[in-house]
């Protein structure tokens, strides 16, 4: 298990692009991927933003063959000008007001009742309690599905997340949950409420709609690309301030910082760390020559920790200058979710300081860590008030 990956992302940054070294990133074996294109990573922020930016030359066709098989065709593996379409129609259901009702009637309530459950035991392990269960909670309200029907949809969506370990699980749920919600799709097609599925059931941009099978691919999506990337962004965060209490209880005094300490957690430990890109034209990359055909590794982890951008990036610091990171991508692919991902960590941030007097690490239990060299995340956090 790799720890910690971010001493040989420094190594690696010293060429901003070059032949990718599949064990030394993700612990593979290179003769695993003998089979595939040339495969180039990309370390530095500057060409990352450049590649992320440059949808003509670097193409996310590349995941047609990645999430296709497991979450059908999604917004992930489009270019433009379908993309933009596509986009143009989920919006609509991410707006202003949509996040402050989800908010105000959803979010603040499932994370109470999740505290609820362990508020008066003065001990509690948050990953399993609260940042693991939370996010999906909040799809399965968003989605506006029964509160009787949430076990079944925690089960298919902790195979769906899982599909690195367990591939036939995750197709297995997939194909349950799609046949679970069609008739959710179909129901909201007829009567309309303040869901999600029904903004999406309804969505029109220049006279395009979604059809039933594209709304039934974003809805799976939501998983891997909301809940999970969400519980691990909040769990990252929670460990940075558990683990700098002089951090923690300047947030505590003053909830102004919490933004900034958002940004700084997700830059310091982004919970997807790489996405991926064709070449579509020979092309010059950071100063090497990359063929048409390669796939490209953008390093969006080792981005956030470009010296040449953030001085000290290895340090957790909720007070360093704000610059924009790429914990959420950048260009037209930039996450569409990411304006609930924020207010999802810091609902559940507040709400953990309000409820919780005294919030700190449990010294009885080995020190938590965050793992994980595609998806980062702490595997548990022990604490006591």
């Given at each position: ?138 799809i399965a309200g968003l989605l506006g599905l029964p509160r009787t029907d949430r076990p ?44 999600l599925i029904s903004v999406l059931a309804h969505a029109s941009h220049e006279g395009q ?23 691990r962004s909040s769990g990252n965060l929670l460990f940075g301030l558990l683990t700098h ?141």
């Open positions: 298990m790799i720890t910690d990956p971010y001493p040989d992302c420094a190594e690696l940054r010293r060429q901003p692009v070059a032949p990718a070294d599949i064990n030394r990133l993700f612990g593979v074996a290179d003769a695993a991927m003998a089979n595939l294109p040339d495969i180039y990573a990309v370390m530095t922020f500057d060409v990352a933003q450049e590649v992320l930016r440059d949808e003509k030359r670097f193409s996310s066709a590349v995941y047609a063959g990645i999430t296709g098989p497991v979450m059908g065709r999604t917004i992930l593996e489009m270019d433009q000008p379908e993309h933009h379409t596509y986009r143009s129609l989920l919006q609509q259901a991410f707006s202003r007001r949509a996040m402050q009702r989800w908010e105000g009637q959803l979010v603040i309530s499932i994370v109470d009742e999740l505290i609820d459950e362990f508020a008066d035991a003065g001990r509690a392990e948050l990953v399993s309690q609260l940042t693991f269960p939370f996010p999906v909670n909040v079944q949809f925690h089960r298919w969506a902790a195979d769906l997340i899982a599909v690195t370990e367990d591939f036939d699980r995750a197709l297995a749920a997939s194909t349950a949950l799609r046949d679970y919600l069609l008739d959710f799709v179909a129901l909201r097609r007829r009567t309309p409420g303040d869901d709609r979604l059809t039933d099978e594209e709304i039934l691919a974003f809805c799976r999506l939501l998983l891997p690309a909301g809940a999970e990337t969400t519980f209490t002089d951090q923690l209880d300047a947030v505590h005094g003053d909830r102004r910082l919490l933004p900034q300490a958002i940004e700084e957690g997700l830059r310091w430990e982004c919970p997807l760390l790489t996405v991926v890109r064709l070449v579509m034209e020979d092309t010059t990359l950071g100063g090497v020559d990359v063929p048409a055909g390669a796939v490209l590794i953008v390093h969006l982890g080792s981005a956030n920790h470009d010296e040449r951008r953030w001085d000290h990036p290895e340090r957790f610091d909720i007070f360093r200058p704000q610059l924009p990171h790429l914990a959420f991508a950048a260009g037209a692919h930039v996450c569409l979710g990411m304006h609930l991902a924020r207010m999802e960590s810091r609902v559940a941030i507040n709400r953990l300081l309000d409820r919780l007097p005294g919030l700190r690490l449990d010294p009885d239990v080995d020190p938590p860590a965050i793992t994980g060299t595609s998806m980062r995340a702490p595997t548990a956090l022990p604490v006591l008030w």
